[in-house]
């Protein structure tokens, strides 16, 4: 279940969804009660970590799905640490995997080595849906 | 690291990686260390940018006693690592299946423990299918 073009789809039980508005209607035959029409921001998710291909794609997954189960609109893009700082005003919420040191982000910043080593990832995963829900 | 250097020759001499690989990895290392702390048998999962690469492959050493390899999370903090898997990609954020897979490994400490107590490449190679191969 991967997105077609990662910046603007997202996938829903196995089908791109090309665009918000026709996630926002599928969603809400589901969720009527919890999705409010036209209310819901796509929040939007940077994953770093150091060469911005490996560890942060399982990350990036990974919130993706738990996100999808919990009905949030998101969209998740991943960069190297290093470009962290220019990137992340655009961004609600900044995940890591490596320590982000290169900088200051004004904005959330949640470490996720738990994705990766098993231990505590539930708790970093609601942590998460709970920033974005904010 | 001499770890490292040597599994980065072994690739290197068969052609997998160019001969830029091995500077890759070790600078990469340096900046963005891979010691995954499992509270367990800990990991490490280096790597390095895809254009260093020929062939995409997993390069696995078992080792006995541990290297110490600095915490991907706390650089400042050492991990002795028995297990490093080295993660030998062609596609930008490709692959992501099998690196799904390592990480379902790494968190299954059982079948970690086989690896590193395995007698023989074949045990070793055995469980690794297992979990990126087959299912």
């Known amino acids: 279940m991967r997105p077609l073009y990662e910046d603007i789809c997202w996938t829903y039980k196995g089908k791109a969804v090309i665009c918000y508005t026709e996630f926002l209607q599928m969603q809400n035959k589901k969720k009527e009660k919890k999705l409010k029409k036209g209310k819901i921001i796509m929040k939007r998710v940077l994953v770093a970590c150091g060469n911005g291909i490996a560890t942060s794609t399982v990350v990036a997954t990974k919130i993706r799905e738990k996100c999808e189960e919990n009905g949030v609109a998101v969209t998740v893009n991943q960069c190297k640490l290093l470009e962290v700082e220019s990137k992340a005003d655009d961004y609600d919420l900044l995940v890591t995997t490596g320590k982000f040191t290169g900088g200051t982000v004004t904005i959330p910043v949640i470490t996720a080595i738990s994705l990766l080593t098993g231990i505590g990832e539930e708790a970093t995963l609601d942590q998460i849906v709970e920033e974005l829900k904010k | ?135």
Do not use: W
């Not at chain 2, 500077?23 to 990469?28: G, H, M, S, T």
């Not at chain 2, 915490?71 to 002795?80: L, T």
């Not at chain 2, 898997?85 to 086989?114: A, F, S």
């Open chain 2, 1 to 135: 690291m001499e770890v490292l250097s040597q599994m980065c020759e072994h690739l290197c001499e068969r052609g997998i990686v160019k001969d830029t690989y091995c500077k890759a990895i070790l600078e990469r290392e340096e900046s963005f260390p891979t010691g995954l702390n499992t509270h367990g048998i800990n990991v490490a999962i280096p790597h390095a940018d895809v254009s260093h690469v020929n062939t995409a492959s997993l390069c696995v050493a078992v080792l006995n006693p541990t290297v110490d390899f600095r915490a991907m999370d706390e650089p400042e903090d050492a991990v002795a690592v028995s297990l490093v898997i080295m993660l030998v990609l062609t596609e930008p954020h490709g692959h992501l299946e099998m690196l799904q897979k390592i990480v379902g490994l790494i968190q299954n400490q059982e079948d970690v423990k086989q690896i590193i107590n395995a007698k023989d490449k074949g045990t070793i190679e055995a469980v690794i299918r297992r979990y990126l191969l087959d299912v």
